[in-house]
Structures are given as C-alpha cells and as structure tokens.
C-alpha cells in the first residue's frame, strides 16, 4: 500500500495497459483519474473515468484541471495512450501519420506539459511514458510507429534530465508485444499468449512508482521471454 493518497492519471485507461495499471494503482492505495474516449471498463470508489481524446490539449487541459481543482495535486502521470499502424512506407495515409503523431507523441507531450507545474511545486511526482521496443530499434513496415516512439525516447530521456533537480521521476518504459487490441490494425499479427501480459508490464510500471525518493528507473525494457513459443 505504498502509494496510498496519491494521486494518479493513467491515459488509455479502458483497456490493455492501461487498465492493468488502474487496477494496480488502486490496489496500492492510490486514487486513479482514466482518460479515454470510449467510456469506463469497470467502476470503483477510488477510480473516475474521464471522457478524452489526448490529441485535444484543451479538453485534456480542463481534465487535468478539474483533477487539481478536486485532488490538489497530481502525483503521477502515466501516458499510456496509443495506437499503431502498420504498412509499408508510401502506403501510409497521411492521415493515419498524423493521427499516430498526434496520439503517441503530441498526447505525451500535454499530458507532462500540464502534470510538470504542479509536480515542480510540490518537489516530487512521477510521470511515466509509454514507449515500445520499437522505440529502440526499427521494423520494415512499422516505420511511422516506430518514429513515433523514438521521439517518445528522445522526449523521456531529455525531460528527465530537466526535471530530476526538482525531485520529479520520469521513467520510459520500452515493452515487447503485449497481448491486446493493440494488434486489431495488423493484418500479420495477432495477440497470443507468449507476448507479455498487460498485467507483467503494468507490475513493472508499479515496481518504479514505489523506489525510494534517493533513486530512480530512467528506463525499463520489457521483451517476452519465448516470444514465439
Ligand atoms: N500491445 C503491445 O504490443 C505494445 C507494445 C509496446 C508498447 N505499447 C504501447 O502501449 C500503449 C497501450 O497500448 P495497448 O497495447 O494497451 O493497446 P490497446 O489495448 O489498444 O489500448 C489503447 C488504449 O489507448 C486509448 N486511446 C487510444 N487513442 C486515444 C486517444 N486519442 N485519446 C485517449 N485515449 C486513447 C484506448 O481507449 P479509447 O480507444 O477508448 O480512447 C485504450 O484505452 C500504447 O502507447 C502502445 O503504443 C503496446
């Protein structure tokens, strides 16, 4: 119960990852704001669901807003919200482009922007940023995806040395494949039981919020053991 009375917001909170880590969160004690834009997975007294979309940063600024305005402060921020797609290069949709840059990259980016004043106040706070091993190294036909979470990388390593003098953690956390929805926009994969549950990283996620105040993960890499069985 480590982080009983602190105050979370998890992006993508509906299901996948970051539903395990709401129901982690609150198992520890914390009180837990969702974000996400197709409605609550489950009720408890301690979780409110909020309707969002990350690529809004003024709906998500009024979210962020009526959280401080209720809670008083906002301990930490996990920005889980994401989405993949997947095909060659000159095949992509300049649309699909925009969309994977304006959820997983600009969605990560408000989300710290409006988290940092107050975790900055207050001398402490956590934000974690969900990245990908495909944040690490490329894959033919995962490009846009992968830039995307390169510039997550890019994004987490700087801010945590900006930050780190003010007390704030910022950890970047690089999974292998997860079992979930994620996959709904692969034509040649599908989620199976020798990836990673959503849970195990969600457990790892939970292991960083609670290190002592002295150190922290600055990243966490995350790959299935037997990933094809
Ligand atoms: N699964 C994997 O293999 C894997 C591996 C490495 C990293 N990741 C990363 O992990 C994160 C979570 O993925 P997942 O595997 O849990 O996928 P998922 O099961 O598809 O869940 C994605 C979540 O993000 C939310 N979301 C998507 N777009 C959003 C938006 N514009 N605004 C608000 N919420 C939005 C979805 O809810 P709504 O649709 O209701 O908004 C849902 O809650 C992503 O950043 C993904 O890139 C996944």
């Known amino acids: ?32 704001h969702g974000i996400c834009r197709s409605g609550c997975s489950f009720s408890h007294e301690n979780y409110t669901c909020h309707h969002g979309d990350v690529r809004d940063y003024e709906g998500i600024k009024a979210i962020f807003e009526k959280v401080i305005d209720a809670q008083g402060s906002i301990d930490i921020l ?21 969309e994977l840059f304006d959820t997983n990259v600009n969605g990560v980016f408000y989300g710290c922007k409006l988290a940092l004043p107050g975790m900055k106040k207050q001398g402490n706070g956590h934000i974690i940023n969900i990245a990908s091993i495909a944040g690490l190294e490329g894959y033919q036909q995962v490009s846009a995806y992968c830039a995307t979470k390169f510039a997550v990388r890019g994004f987490s390593e700087a801010l ?19 079992k ?33 105040d002295n150190f922290h993960n600055v990243n966490i890499e995350i790959r299935p053991l037997k990933p094809r069985g």
């Open 180 to 212: 979930t929805d994620f996959f709904r926009h692969s034509e040649s994969i599908d989620a199976h039981d020798n990836m990673l549950m959503p849970e195990d990283v969600a457990a790892q996620i939970l292991f960083a919020l609670q290190t002592p």
């Open 160 to 178: 945590y040395k900006e930050v780190r003098e003010s007390g704030v953690k910022v950890t970047c956390v690089y999974p292998g494949s997860v």
């Open 78 to 98: 996990i920005n889980n919200a994401g989405l993949g797609y997947f095909s060659y290069c000159e095949d992509l949709h300049i649309d699909k482009w925009q």
């Open 1 to 32: 119960m480590n982080l009983k009375g602190k105050i979370a917001i998890v992006t993508g909170s509906n299901k996948g990852i970051g539903e395990a880590c709401v129901k982690q969160l609150i198992e520890a004690g914390a009180t837990v």
